[in-house]
């Protein structure tokens, strides 16, 4: 037998893409690959990129560059890029960078083995197609090794919201949600290779609505569907856009004891005028009143958001309102961006502000968003939590997990092993982390 080629991912973005790096590796294992850690023994490099803002994108170019002198060194390597970027500007990266033999769109991958084929024959393979077919029942030669306690899963992709700075619309293409069956068997199987909690993804996850038995599943009733999984303890799903928070899924929220009180409710700014122009479809006191209703059913939820600032024709008093909404909310955690221009957006062609302007705010909002996340790490001390153990710590005897909140708890002389679920008193809050101890 001849000795395995071995396949080298990195992966860019969100945690959809590193979904999908499992899935290409995995289809890349049934034609004799092997994952290796390092581009330098790889046969075939597969850069799975992200189109979110220009510098993700950016950082393409340079990644690929440097393999250049690898692939004079080995004629036979391989280089593909798949993800976003591949599908939004797939010629122009063939025509950029000749040592790219593949280029491959989200919604393709389940044609690797193909196009890998093709790829070894010399020839350029480029595949951006929206196909019909489910390209993950495609792809489902899984090899059944053990695997960590925490898996992603699937379960709808693509968004028709059309926020005017948004490039996913047009990258993973129209919302499409799996069948809730498909779904359910792949979390029963991870549930069998050692994973305890699984984090449901979709762009618009909220907005799930995948064929059941009896007509459609909402992302609640899925949820109560996974929540009869034995030895599955957690769930969680992201992300979440406020105008598809069901009832029925915030009551879950306050019901479903497996179903973590932890939700990423983006809400991108607190000015209405631009929350019009972002083409949100909410307003903050419509998302205000929402997140009452979350914590009236759940109280200790942590809340999560993600916000841009220097939107085209974001004024100070604009920017001013998602402080005072911030304020009021009080988020756990939270990522926030500078506005970036995405060709081919509704925004991309409107008056652009000030960049030195968007630093200084983008500063003002994060400097407050660190100050709300210390707090609310800072108000664990003292409470009991569940923590998931994951790996050893640094220190001899020392685990690592996260908290029902997705706090990283350490515990020390700690006698669990990753996978295992605990009781822990936190006793004290540090920089990136909390530190418990166990409860007997
Ligand atoms: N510029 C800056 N941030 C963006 N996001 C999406 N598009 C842009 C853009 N053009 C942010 C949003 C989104 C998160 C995933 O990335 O806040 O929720
Ligand atoms: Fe992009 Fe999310 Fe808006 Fe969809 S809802 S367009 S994924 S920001």
């Known amino acids: 037998m001849s000795a395995p080629k071995k396949l080298f991912i990195k992966t860019y973005g969100c945690q959809m893409n590193v979904y999908d790096s499992e899935r290409m590796a995995e289809a890349l294992g049934g034609e004799g690959y092997v994952e290796t850690k390092s581009p330098d023994d790889a046969d075939m490099i597969l850069l799975n990129t992200c189109h979110i803002r220009e510098k993700a994108a950016e950082k393409v170019y340079s990644e690929l560059g440097r393999f250049k002198g690898l692939k004079a060194e080995k004629p036979d390597l391989k280089i593909g890029v798949a993800g976003c970027v591949a599908q939004a500007e797939g010629e122009e990266i063939m025509r ?10 989200p919604q393709s991958y389940h044609r690797l083995p193909e196009m890998e084929a093709k790829a070894r024959e010399g020839e350029k393979v480029l595949d951006t197609d929206f196909p019909e077919e489910d390209k993950f029942e495609k792809l489902k030669n899984r090899p059944k090794a053990k695997r960590g306690p925490t898996a992603f899963l699937t379960v709808q992709e693509g968004c028709d919201k059309f926020c005017a700075f948004c490039v996913v619309p047009y990258t993973r293409g129209a919302e499409v949600s799996r069948p809730a069956g498909r779904i359910l068997r792949e979390a029963q199987e991870l549930v069998e290779r050692g994973v305890r909690e699984i984090t449901l993804l979709g762009q618009n996850v909220n907005a799930y609505h995948g064929a059941g038995p009896n007509g459609d599943l909402t992302l609640a009733q899925l949820i109560w569907e996974l929540d009869k999984i034995d030895g599955l303890a957690r769930i969680r799903f992201t992300t979440s856009h406020p105008n598809d928070m069901q009832d029925d ?33 909410h307003t903050a006191e419509s998302y205000l009143r929402l997140i009452e209703r979350i914590r009236a059913a759940r109280p200790d939820i ?53 960049p030195a302007a968007a630093d200084d705010r983008l500063q003002r909002l994060q400097a407050l968003l660190t100050r709300q996340q210390r707090e609310v790490q800072d108000s664990m001390v003292g409470r009991e939590v569940g923590v998931l153990f994951e790996k050893t710590g640094r220190l001899p005897g020392q685990m690592v997990g996260k908290s029902d909140y997705l706090h990283a708890v350490h515990v020390a002389d700690c006698n669990r092993q990753a996978g295992d679920l605990a009781r822990v008193r936190i006793v004290s809050s540090g920089a990136n982390s909390l530190a418990g101890e166990l409860i007997a």
């Open 96 to 105: 950029r960078q000749p040592l790219v033999d593949l280029v491959v769109g």
């Open 249 to 281: 899924l915030i009551e879950a929220h306050g019901t479903c004891a497996k179903l973590m009180p932890y939700l990423h409710l983006p809400v991108q700014a607190g000015s209405d005028k631009i929350l019009k122009r972002m083409n949100r479809s």
């Open 302 to 354: 942590l809340i999560s958001g993600d916000f841009i600032v220097g939107f085209p024709e974001e004024t100070e008093e604009d920017f001013q309102a998602t402080m005072d909404l911030v304020e009021e909310v009080k988020y756990g955690t939270a990522y926030s961006f500078k506005y970036s221009t995405r060709p081919g957006t509704p925004a991309a062609e409107r008056p652009q502000v000030d």
